[in-house]
């Protein structure tokens, strides 16, 4: 009778699929030993005529119900009330196949739990929403938790790059919420948006199997996907959805906080803007995943008021609504008109606009913040009201969509049976009835929307107006000067008064002066965008000084202006590279044709290796005439800028380590000394014919280049010049085989002359390299390119223990294969020479000695200062500690002859246990630490002198000592 009573409460066309549900729930718990005395009959033919997916959980485990009438079904539960219960059983899981059913277990059981009491409406759609977000976070945290813990057994914890002190520092994912549950707005069967990062790259300590950071957290981050969103017989966790991260599905699954900034500043859109609004941390290292939160807020909320907001979310509901009428969905309540993407862009729109201004609306609830805007940007009153209630009756029925299937959709149904069970669950009589308080919200969405959101032309028109003139008058120098201060620390400047007269020297610059109209346009399309990017990073002012030099550079050049324009990519790279490097700033003002390479970061952020460069460059050269020699040097030079500047974006990023750097820049100098030995040799073959290394053989060329100093030792930098030797194995009397023959030395020598033309002559696009050859056999007043033969015989003879010490460092850069194994079989003969010990160790002392007393600081200066490269304590002393070893010691072990670099030496010394292990790895250390120093400041345009910190300090009096120690003893 009572069943019959509640039946009858049910609309006709549910009656029999409801009558039928509940027999077969009443036959499932019999089966169980259940009794069904104390079902609450009205509640469950509720919750089982308004969802399948329960009527579907509670017949596999009755047991379940039994639980829930327990007094699950009266309470509210807590974040901390779902962590206690998730963590109880995982404290009991070893084995991980089974973590996948035991989530999904525990999640099925809440969710039962959750649809009734919202069905029922024992909860209202707040704490619905609230408790989804909290098993979502609960599933989230728990189980990376448990997955973290077994990944660090597996390779070892993460572990951050030492510091200064040699420390590290654990490292932990981040995970960010992003959407609904970003905002503990979780819908029921919502799927989550998440975002993984780390804080700092690094490596794992395991001692065997070490993993780079981010392979151990996209591993991590992979294992939990699959834990939570992996479909099997017990269904999902929660589907998760990776696509709000940097790069979207194209970028890495985790990336580190810096990289994050890098992002969000250089490439984060408008849309980015609005979804980083609810962004929560909700797994993983909280406190960090705060700091990184922190971090991104000024790409979120702007220090100005930003009404540019407006049109960005116009332009996203213009393409929300182009996507509604493509698939047909206007009965969506969520992303039809009226629907409840409305009201969140209601709200949203304020909080871009004015958050940056006012704490209070940089909150992710909605609830929250619609509260909030009639007193803080005067929506009145009912219109909240008005908004609220209908946010809440579209977030039920959006429930009672999801709650039948527990598939995520928010379409209303357009059968018959499935209309009336979502009127039945939303409390109305019939369809009918619910549609019509339905489209009575929807329509008072659409109306306030409307007047928020929808363009508002002559008023939209006024102030993209008024913002134009404001950016025209500050750079033509109409705006009033305090004005303009304001305007500029408005816009990050922080010494207003800095940025106001770096842009007055623009305006009173000559070049300006002479700009054409159609020039001017061009600047005031790209000039705010540039002051803005300017405004974002660290050194604003210095940042703006330096690319309003380029800017002035290209002006009567306006293409450039329009590439960065039509490029907003390559102008936020180029306000990037400026504000970290003076010198990459000084290079595309002299070069504004590099602006080209900014465009694509693929290949700017991706230097080449060697064999890459030579094929770039081979097909570069195929394009010029073999005759064209200012062509061909104009080329050479573009190439060299061009990758230069690409290595340098790749150093300025942190993508290359400072060897890394060298090695690219050294290749690079190798793929260019081999075209232009190719096009010289051509080039005289042409007009002498092919020299003879003896009667009827022909040279191969038997012609090589030797690389001393950083070139030899792979240690190039930015502004190196290139120490060459030229050297051919030719036969001395013979003459090449062309119809205008000349003696093989003149041939030689001409090769040489003419490799030096194409290398240091000044073009518009500068010279390709400075060339030093002083450190040919008898220097400067010896021959320009000497025969192997006379250069053995000076090594052995004439040369003073200084050229053997550039020997350890010379390697063959270009030319003849043959001859360079013939060529380093005489390096290997001079290096190994015994020698007294003693007698060397006085000569290589008294020649550093002459060193420092020409080049080093002077000793009244050097309180605080150091040249890093000729002080004592500094590089060179380095040096000439490994070459004494080098020349002490390669007669008894032939491997210290391997390489010329000093830190590889500098292995080989240890290996060979010819100074402790401890002595050679500080001088590596220090080595590479000075250098790095050298390095920063070259990319700022400052000499080797520089102001030493207690780091510095230590390193260079540890490497002093060693001096005593090893060279004075």
Same mark, same amino acid.
């Given at each position: 009778?009572?069943?019959?009573?509640?039946?009858?409460?049910?609309?006709?066309?549910?009656?029999?699929?409801?009558?039928?549900?509940?027999? +077969?729930?009443?036959?499932?718990?019999?089966?169980?030993?259940?009794?069904?005395?104390?079902?609450?009959?009205?509640?469950?033919?509720?919750?089982?005529?308004?969802?399948?997916?329960?009527?579907?959980?509670?017949?596999?485990?009755?047991?379940?119900?039994?639980?829930?009438?327990?007094?699950?079904?009266?309470?509210?539960?807590?974040?901390?009330?779902?962590?206690?219960?998730?963590?109880?059983?995982?404290?009991?899981?070893?084995?991980?196949?089974?973590?996948?059913?035991?989530?999904? =277990?525990?999640?099925?059981?809440?969710?039962?739990?959750?649809?009734?009491?919202?069905?029922?409406?024992?909860?209202?759609?707040?704490?619905?929403?609230?408790?989804?977000?909290?098993?979502?976070?609960?599933?989230?945290?728990?189980?990376?938790?448990? *997955?973290?813990?077994?990944? &660090?057994?597996?390779?070892?914890?993460?572990?951050?790059?030492?510091?200064?002190?040699?420390?590290?520092?654990?490292?932990?994912?981040?995970?960010?919420?992003?959407?609904?549950?970003?905002?503990?707005?979780?819908?029921?069967?919502? !799927?989550?948006?998440?975002?993984? &990062?780390?804080?700092?790259?690094?490596?794992?300590? @395991?001692?065997?199997?070490?993993?780079?950071?981010?392979?151990?957290?996209?591993? *991590?981050?992979?294992?939990?996907?699959?834990?939570?969103?992996?479909?099997?017989?017990?269904?999902?966790?929660? +589907?998760?959805?990776? $696509?709000?991260?940097?790069?979207?599905?194209?970028?890495?699954?985790?990336?580190?906080?810096?990289?994050?900034?890098?992002?969000?500043?250089?490439?984060?859109?408008?849309?980015?803007?609005?979804?980083?609004?609810?962004?929560?941390?909700?797994?993983?290292?909280?406190?960090?995943?705060?700091?990184? *939160?922190?971090?991104?807020?000024?790409?979120?909320?702007?220090?100005?008021?930003?009404?540019?907001?407006?049109?960005?979310?116009?332009?996203?509901? $213009?393409?929300?609504?182009?996507?509604?009428?493509?698939?047909?969905?206007?009965?969506?309540?969520?992303?039809?008109?009226?629907?409840?993407?409305?009201?969140?862009?209601?709200?949203?729109?304020?909080?871009?606009?004015?958050?940056?201004?006012?704490?209070?609306?940089?909150?992710?609830?909605?609830?929250?913040?619609?509260?909030? /805007?009639?007193?803080?940007?005067?929506?009145?009153?009912?219109?909240?009201?008005? #908004?609220?209630?209908?946010?809440?009756?579209?977030?039920?029925?959006?429930?009672?969509?999801?709650?039948?299937?527990?598939?995520?959709?928010?379409?209303?149904?357009?059968?018959?049976?499935?209309?009336?069970?979502?009127?039945?669950?939303?409390?109305?009589?019939?369809?009918?009835?619910?549609?019509?308080?339905?489209?009575?919200?929807?329509?008072?969405?659409?109306?306030?929307?409307?007047?928020?959101?929808?363009?508002e032309e002559e008023e939209q028109a006024t102030e993209e107006e008024q913002t134009q003139l404001d950016w025209r008058a500050l750079c033509q120098g109409e705006m009033e000067e305090g004005s303009a201060r304001l305007f500029l620390q408005e816009q990050g400047f922080a010494q207003a008064d800095q940025a106001w007269q770096h842009l007055q020297n623009l305006r009173e610059s000559r070049p300006m002066q002479m700009l054409q109209q159609i020039a001017l346009e061009r600047l005031w399309q790209v000039l705010p965008n540039l002051l803005a990017a300017c405004?974002?990073?660290?050194?604003?002012?210095?940042?703006?000084?330096?690319?309003?030099?380029?800017?002035?550079?290209?002006?009567? $050049?306006?293409?450039?202006?329009?590439?960065?324009?039509?490029?907003?990519?390559?102008?936020?790279?180029?306000?990037?590279?400026?504000?970290?490097?003076?010198?990459?700033?000084?290079?595309?003002?002299? =070069?504004?044709?590099?602006?080209?390479?900014?465009?694509?970061?693929?290949?700017?952020?991706?230097?080449?290796?060697?064999?890459?460069? @030579?094929?770039?460059?081979?097909?570069?050269?195929?394009?010029?005439?073999?005759?064209?020699?200012?062509? #061909?040097?104009?080329?050479?030079?573009?190439?060299?800028?061009?990758?230069?500047?690409?290595?340098?974006?790749?150093?300025?990023?942190?993508?290359?380590?400072?060897?890394?750097?060298?090695?690219?820049?050294?290749?690079?100098?190798?793929?260019?000394? !081999?075209?232009?030995?190719?096009?010289?040799?051509?080039?005289?073959?042409?007009?002498?014919?092919?020299?003879?290394?003896?009667?009827?053989?022909? &040279?191969?060329?038997?012609?090589?280049?030797?690389?001393?100093?950083?070139?030899?030792?792979?240690?190039?930098?930015?502004?190196?010049?290139?120490?060459?030797?030229?050297?051919?194995?030719?036969?001395?009397?013979?003459?090449?085989?062309?119809?205008?023959?000349?003696?093989?030395?003149?041939?030689?020598?001409? /090769?040489?002359?003419?490799?030096?033309?194409?290398?240091?002559?000044?073009?518009?696009?500068?010279?390709?390299?400075?060339?030093?050859?002083?450190?040919?056999?008898?220097?400067?007043?010896?021959? *320009?390119?000497?025969?192997?033969?006379?250069?053995?015989?000076?090594?052995?003879?004439?040369?003073?223990?200084?050229?053997?010490?550039?020997?350890?460092?010379?390697?063959?850069?270009?030319?003849?294969?043959?001859?360079?194994?013939?060529?380093?079989?005489?390096?290997?003969?001079?290096?190994?020479?015994?020698?007294?010990?003693?007698?060397?160790?006085?000569?290589?002392?008294?020649?550093?000695?002459?060193?420092?007393?020409?080049?080093?600081?002077?000793?009244?200066?050097?309180?605080?200062?150091?040249?890093?490269?000729? !002080?004592?304590?500094?590089?060179?002393?380095?040096?000439?500690?490994?070459?004494?070893?080098?020349?002490?010691?390669?007669?008894?072990?032939?491997?210290?002859?391997?390489?010329?670099?000093?830190?590889?030496?500098?292995?080989?010394?240890?290996?060979?246990?010819?100074?402790?292990?401890?002595?050679?790895?500080?001088?590596?250390?220090?080595?590479?630490?000075?250098?790095?120093?050298?390095?920063?400041?070259?990319?700022?345009?400052?000499?080797?002198?520089?102001?030493?910190?207690?780091?510095?300090?230590?390193?260079?009096?540890?490497?002093?000592?060693?001096?005593?120690?090893?060279?004075?003893?």
């Amino acid at each position: 009778m009572i069943e019959s009573q509640a039946l009858e409460q049910l609309p006709e066309c549910l009656r029999d699929s409801s009558a039928e549900a509940l027999e +077969r729930l009443k036959q499932a718990l019999s089966a169980q030993g259940l009794s069904e005395m104390a079902l609450p009959l009205d509640e469950l033919l509720t919750v089982i005529t308004g969802s399948e997916f329960v009527l579907d959980q509670l017949l596999r485990h009755p047991h379940g119900l039994h639980s829930l009438l327990q007094g699950d079904l009266e309470r509210v539960r807590s974040e901390a009330d779902y962590r206690q219960r998730l963590g109880e059983r995982l404290l009991a899981l070893s084995d991980e196949s089974q973590l996948p059913g035991l989530l999904r =277990q525990y999640r099925n059981y809440e969710m039962v739990r959750i649809i009734w009491r919202d069905l029922t409406r024992k909860a209202q759609m707040e704490q619905t929403t609230l408790e989804l977000s909290y098993l979502a976070d609960t599933c989230i945290d728990e189980t990376l938790s448990w *997955l973290y813990e077994r990944a &660090c057994q597996r390779w070892g914890v993460p572990q951050s790059w030492p510091d200064k002190a040699g420390n590290t520092q654990p490292q932990r994912l981040v995970v960010l919420g992003m959407g609904k549950l970003g905002a503990h707005e979780l819908n029921l069967s919502s !799927d989550i948006d998440l975002i993984f &990062c780390y804080p700092q790259g690094g490596e794992t300590d @395991h001692p065997r199997n070490s993993l780079d950071n981010q392979d151990f957290f996209i591993r *991590l981050g992979q294992k939990l996907i699959q834990a939570l969103d992996n479909l099997t017989p017990e269904g999902f966790v929660f +589907r998760v959805d990776m $696509r709000l991260r940097p790069f979207g599905s194209a970028g890495p699954l985790a990336i580190s906080f810096d990289a994050m900034e890098r992002y969000y500043q250089e490439q984060g859109r408008e849309w980015e803007r609005y979804a980083m609004i609810k962004a929560r941390t909700v797994a993983g290292d909280y406190a960090q995943g705060e700091y990184l *939160l922190k971090q991104l807020r000024p790409f979120v909320y702007r220090k100005y008021i930003d009404f540019s907001a407006f049109e960005s979310l116009r332009e996203m509901k $213009r393409m929300i609504n182009r996507e509604v009428r493509r698939k047909g969905l206007e009965q969506n309540v969520k992303l039809g008109s009226g629907g409840i993407r409305e009201v969140e862009f209601i709200a949203q729109a304020f909080q871009l606009i004015r958050g940056g201004r006012d704490l209070d609306l940089q909150q992710r609830e909605l609830r929250h913040i619609l509260p909030l /805007l009639p007193d803080k940007v005067g929506m009145p009153e009912e219109a909240v009201t008005e #908004l609220m209630s209908a946010y809440r009756f579209l977030r039920n029925t959006e429930h009672a969509i999801q709650a039948v299937a527990d598939k995520q959709t928010q379409e209303l149904p357009s059968d018959p049976q499935g209309q009336a069970r979502i009127a039945y669950s939303m409390g109305f009589a019939d369809w009918a009835s619910f549609s019509a308080e339905l489209e009575h919200w929807r329509q008072a969405v659409s109306r306030h929307f409307a007047e928020v959101i929808a363009p508002e032309e002559e008023e939209q028109a006024t102030e993209e107006e008024q913002t134009q003139l404001d950016w025209r008058a500050l750079c033509q120098g109409e705006m009033e000067e305090g004005s303009a201060r304001l305007f500029l620390q408005e816009q990050g400047f922080a010494q207003a008064d800095q940025a106001w007269q770096h842009l007055q020297n623009l305006r009173e610059s000559r070049p300006m002066q002479m700009l054409q109209q159609i020039a001017l346009e061009r600047l005031w399309q790209v000039l705010p965008n540039l002051l803005a990017a300017c405004g974002r990073v660290p050194n604003p002012e210095l940042t703006l000084e330096r690319v309003l030099r380029l800017i002035q550079a290209i002006l009567r $050049r306006s293409a450039y202006l329009v590439l960065l324009a039509e490029n907003p990519g390559a102008l936020q790279q180029l306000v990037r590279l400026c504000s970290a490097s003076a010198w990459f700033a000084e290079q595309l003002a002299k =070069q504004p044709v590099l602006l080209d390479e900014l465009i694509d970061p693929r290949t700017l952020f991706a230097p080449p290796d060697k064999a890459r460069l @030579h094929s770039e460059l081979q097909q570069q050269l195929l394009r010029i005439p073999e005759e064209d020699t200012e062509q #061909l040097m104009e080329a050479l030079r573009y190439f060299r800028h061009a990758h230069v500047l690409r290595v340098a974006a790749s150093d300025i990023t942190g993508a290359l380590p400072l060897m890394k750097v060298s090695d690219y820049l050294t290749w690079l100098a190798e793929v260019l000394l !081999d075209a232009v030995l190719d096009s010289a040799w051509k080039g005289l073959v042409a007009k002498h014919g092919v020299p003879q290394r003896e009667p009827g053989v022909a &040279c191969d060329p038997d012609f090589i280049v030797v690389g001393y100093g950083k070139m030899g030792g792979i240690e190039l930098s930015y502004g190196s010049d290139l120490d060459l030797v030229f050297i051919h194995d030719a036969d001395m009397n013979l003459d090449t085989d062309g119809e205008k023959p000349v003696p093989n030395p003149v041939f030689f020598n001409r /090769l040489g002359q003419r490799m030096i033309h194409i290398l240091s002559t000044f073009t518009p696009s500068g010279s390709l390299y400075e060339i030093d050859m002083r450190l040919r056999p008898s220097g400067n007043s010896g021959l *320009l390119v000497s025969s192997l033969k006379a250069f053995k015989e000076y090594q052995h003879k004439e040369a003073w223990t200084w050229e053997h010490q550039a020997l350890v460092r010379a390697r063959v850069v270009a030319g003849s294969a043959a001859l360079a194994q013939r060529f380093n079989q005489v390096r290997g003969e001079i290096l190994a020479q015994p020698r007294e010990p003693l007698a060397l160790k006085k000569e290589v002392r008294e020649m550093r000695e002459k060193m420092r007393q020409h080049l080093a600081t002077p000793a009244a200066e050097r309180e605080g200062v150091f040249d890093l490269k000729q !002080d004592p304590g500094g590089i060179v002393d380095i040096e000439f500690m490994v070459q004494y070893q080098v020349l002490a010691q390669a007669h008894q072990y032939p491997d210290l002859l391997t390489y010329t670099d000093n830190i590889r030496i500098l292995d080989a010394i240890e290996a060979n246990q010819l100074m402790p292990a401890e002595d050679a790895d500080f001088l590596r250390e220090a080595y590479k630490a000075f250098r790095s120093v050298g390095h920063r400041q070259t990319l700022q345009e400052q000499s080797n002198s520089v102001l030493a910190d207690a780091d510095l300090t230590a390193y260079r009096q540890r490497v002093a000592q060693l001096w005593k120690t090893w060279m004075e003893v």
